[in-house]
């Protein structure tokens, strides 16, 4: 027989001995329990445990022993209730207290912990009890009472490794004597080298030493000796994010997410990582969750203090940084970044109460003197200023940053000698990023000393020659001198040196898309995006494009997604908000407006998109106050007057408008929406010198403008000279081929008598941009008109592929098939009616449907209903009459008719009432 099958046998014949013996009682189980303790598996013993108490639930040596192992395995509850239970059994407190203080300890029940009647204890129980409420006494901060609770332990019971561990935190914690406390733990070890917290301490005393990787040792010994040991998982999450080590710190809070969902202290952590990854909305919702305990985790706070901080949410920033002033004055680092928020919010005055004070103990702390710095050049205090910059180049004279800074406060100063000679200085020592050549030479530009920048950019070249930010500054010049061609031909050997690069994929797509290369310009656009995945200027700029080549979808899609990457951004936010009031659904810009902080809401380009939106709504009285706070935010600014200006065009001020208008291109004189503004102004009021005068300024510098060559175009209609009104619009439309402007020509073409060439346009535009709706609708409409209705079926049956639920393409395709194929006209005419009922047009196409698949009962009522909602509606009564007669009430036909008849009044259709009429009257 082989060895597997006779082990096999055996373990067979064990079992059916097994089975035929006397069954355990539970003090039987309680005893094996014990015996597979003793041998540490714990695993079989909690068996026993239970099986104990299944036989028995009143076993109190039981419950004792299982609280204790469920104290070992970390469920501190499940130890504490199996612990009281056992005391109310009778069981002995020797064996029951020192666990039960311990498991009290662990749920942060202090005040039943210090509430432990003590005096039936024997020493090593007592030892133990009085060292579980010296902790009690740490965790309050009492360290006197901690040291002296925890020294009286270790008299009594110096054995034991709990009692040891616990005076070596009343020496960490409460005395900072850290050598004591290590020499406490090392005695510890020799008691029992396996003891958990004792390896925990080791790891928060080594994490105090800042012996990181010795810390993360201590805790990884920890947590091997105590799986569920959950708090020194977390200890170690962040010890590795102080030693960079994501990845490892991920691991563990993976796991403690599992164990702990919703765990403010793994949210603490997690939102750590995430800061350090720079996941910063992530990071945000781990320390919203984390102030849910924000009596053991206030830093969340501050944390998200920095990180609105640096998606530009001052409001929410503030109030973060702000509660946690208030919880914790001393905490450095909150206080520069309090300083920074109030200096972005031009409050100098709190800069400087917050950061005085503290400037004696910190006098060579780079950020509170830059800080300072700024904010004394701000307030005019020049002398000030510079001597804390001198103070920062003096203590950090190797420092770059500190130098430059110094030369951009000088050049604030005015002293642009001095200032440029410390950027030469700072140039020198900044041999590797180029910060001080970069900072020259936008310097120079920003002066507009333009033969210096250029100097400067040649000499940035000879010491950067394989460097592309050199030319990338040189396209920056020429664009600001306008030399379109030089500054292709920089930022193409940037692109060459470095494709992919931001500054000049960017520059390069602006200058092709003036050229109209909207293909070129995407071209560069989508390999900066490649290079740089989810950059939120690129989107825009994307997006940009997209508008400008009528491409709404895609437009719509990279605004969103743009959105879900940076919640906080205004600028797609913005711009998706002005798409949507361009579209006519300004309703939706209020969901992109709200979620932003109330500071954010109160930037101008906010501040614009609600004006204008108010304006798509209706509602002036809104908009104008909307335009005068943006006046109040930016006084010198022209866009709040032209806003003003529309808001009371809407309100019939139209004297006022004009003034707020003149005050727009007071402001700004190329300002060229006001200026057509004005012109369309003038135009209402047939003010043709006025026109003339305006037009021959917009001609100086935008004669090939659209809306220049719209309101030129417009003129000669006022002037009445169709003639140059036609050459006007076929430039119009030459120069900007849009469904609009194909519009105007053809209406100009049937104004002169062109009626085939404004078809015949029609025709091309609708067959070229067969996915236009638009084009699609115009089209069957003109056909509609000169009742060609198998054509404009056609049409509008592509305007209906295009826009399935629109009711006005249902209703004309109804009518236009209503004698061709009446059955499937009274499918369009129904769902159009069904989309919008009630409607006086949908309804009587319907009633004539109807007609036309000889149901004139559906058509009588139909049209009744439709009388009802618009009594006096001439044509509801000629198709009353029509119904009428095709129904057999003749007599009733003719009255309606003659009725109608009787006024002396003209309508569309009045030479067809007559016609009806005569026609009832012969037959």
């Known amino acids: 027989m082989n060895k597997i099958l006779s082990g096999v046998f055996y373990l067979s014949l064990s079992l059916l001995v097994a089975g035929c013996g006397s069954p355990i009682d539970d003090q039987q189980h309680v005893e094996n329990a014990r015996q597979f303790l003793n041998s540490g598996d714990q695993k079989s013993a909690l068996i026993e445990l239970k099986s104990a108490l299944q036989q028995n639930p009143d076993n109190s040596e039981a419950r004792s022993y299982l609280g204790q192992l469920y104290l070992q395995a970390g469920n501190f509850g499940a130890a504490e209730k199996e612990l009281k239970k056992a005391k109310q059994l009778g069981a002995d407190d020797n064996d029951v207290l020192p666990s039960l203080s311990q498991a009290q300890l662990q749920l942060r029940e202090i005040d039943e912990v210090l509430a432990i ?249 780079e950020g509170i003197l830059n800080i300072l710095a700024k904010t004394q050049l701000m307030q005019g205090k020049t002398a000030e200023g510079i001597a804390l910059l001198n103070n920062l180049v003096e203590q950090y004279p190797d420092s770059v940053d500190a130098r430059i800074r110094l030369g951009a406060g000088l050049l604030l100063s005015g002293s642009e000698e001095d200032g440029f000679k410390e950027l030469d200085v700072a140039i020198k020592q900044d041999d590797s990023n180029h910060r001080a050549d970069i900072f020259r030479v936008l310097s120079y530009l920003r002066l507009k000393q333009i033969d210096n920048a250029h100097q400067a950019v040649s000499e940035f070249q000879s010491r950067a ?24 031909k920089a930022l193409e050997q940037s692109w060459k040196m470095k494709p992919g690069n931001t500054d000049a994929g960017h520059n390069l797509a602006a200058i092709l898309i003036m050229d109209r290369d909207y293909n070129g310009a995407r071209n560069y656009l989508d390999e900066v995006l490649a290079a740089h995945p989810d950059n939120l200027e690129t989107l825009v700029k994307l997006a940009e494009l997209d508008a400008l080549e009528g491409k709404t979808e895609q437009q719509v899609r990279k605004l969103e997604k743009a959105i879900r990457l940076y919640p906080s951004a205004v600028k797609p936010r913005t711009m998706l908000a002005n798409h949507f009031i361009q579209i006519g659904k300004p309703g939706q ?52 007057y032209f806003l003003l200006a529309q808001a009371r065009m809407g309100l019939g001020q139209t004297d006022q408008a004009e003034t707020a208008l003149l005050e727009a291109l007071e402001k700004d004189e190329q300002f060229l929406s006001a200026r057509i503004a004005l012109l369309r102004l003038l135009a209402r009021k047939q003010d043709i010198p006025a026109i003339e005068h305006q037009l021959a300024i917009l001609k100086t510098t935008a004669a090939d403008n659209e809306e220049v060559i719209r309101v030129e175009f417009a003129l000669e209609e006022l002037k009445g000279d169709h003639q140059q009104a036609l050459v006007l619009a076929e430039r119009l439309f030459k120069a900007y081929p849009t469904t609009e402007n194909m519009l105007a020509l053809s209406r ?68 236009s098939l209503r004698e061709g194929d009446p059955e499937q006209a009274l499918v369009y005419a129904e769902k159009a009616n069904e989309l919008k009922p009630g409607t006086v047009t949908l309804m009587d196409t319907l009633a004539m449907v109807y007609l036309a698949n000889k ?63 005569k026609s009832l009257k012969n037959g």
């Open 117 to 365: 009647d003590t005096s039936q204890l024997d020493p090593l129980a007592l030892g133990q009890v009085l060292a579980a409420k010296g902790i009690a006494h740490l965790t309050r901060g009492e360290s006197s009472e901690a040291a002296e609770l925890t020294e009286k332990a270790l008299s009594m019971a110096a054995n034991s490794p709990y009692v040891r561990v616990a005076r070596a935190s009343a020496y960490l914690r409460g005395e900072d004597a850290v050598e004591k406390a290590r020499a406490e733990l090392e005695k510890a070890f020799e008691i029992d080298n396996n003891y958990p917290a004792a390896w925990s301490l080791l790891g928060d005393l080594e994490v105090k030493e800042k012996h990181l990787e010795e810390a993360r040792e201590a805790y990884t010994k920890s947590i091997s000796l105590q799986p569920t040991n959950l708090s020194d998982r977390n200890k170690r999450v962040t010890v590795n994010i102080l030693l960079n080590d994501l990845k490892k710190a991920q691991y563990d809070l993976d796991i403690l997410k599992k164990k702990l969902p919703g765990n403010p202290g793994v949210a603490f952590s997690q939102g750590l990582v995430y800061l350090v990854s720079q996941k910063l909305e992530d990071a945000k919702s781990a320390f919203d969750l984390a102030l849910l305990d924000q009596e053991r985790y206030p830093l969340s706070l501050f944390y998200l203090a920095y990180v609105n901080y640096q998606q530009g949410n001052m409001a929410q920033a503030e109030t973060h940084a702000e509660r946690y002033f208030t919880i914790n004055p001393d905490y450095l680092p909150n206080r520069k970044l309090l300083a920074e928020i109030k200096y972005a919010k031009n409050q100098y005055d709190n800069v400087e109460r917050l950061l005085t004070p503290v400037l004696k103990d910190n006098e060579k702390d």
């Open 589 to 640: 810009v209020a969901g992109l407006i709200e979620t932003l902080d109330l500071e954010t809401k109160r930037q101008v380009p906010v501040m614009t998109v609600i004006a204008n939106q108010k304006l798509a709504q209706g509602d002036f009285e809104s908009a104008e106050r909307e335009a005068l706070k943006i006046i109040e935010r930016d006084p010198d600014g022209a866009n709040g």
């Open 748 to 815: 100009q073409r049937l104004r002169v008598g062109d009626s085939d060439g404004a078809l015949s346009l029609q025709e091309t535009w609708a067959d070229k941009n067969s996915d236009n709706f638009t084009a699609n609708l115009i089209l069957a409409e003109t056909y509609t008109q000169l009742g060609k209705y198998d054509l404009s079926a056609r049409y509008y049956k592509k305007a209906l592929e295009l826009s399935p639920d629109n009711v006005l393409v249902l209703n004309n395709l109804a009518w």
């Open 855 to 917: 149901n004139p009962d559906k058509a009588l009522q139909t049209i009744k209903e439709a009388r009802y909602l618009d009594p006096e509606n001439r044509t509801l009564r000629l198709h009353e009459a029509k119904i009428n007669a095709a129904a057999g009430n003749k007599e009733l036909a003719v009255e309606t008719l003659q009725e109608l008849l009787s006024k002396e009044e003209e309508f569309a259709e009045k030479s067809e009432a007559e016609a009806l009429l």
């Open 465 to 488: 020659p394989d460097s592309e930010i050199p030319y990338n500054l040189s396209g920056m010049i020429y664009l600001a001198e306008r030399d379109y061609k030089a500054a292709r």
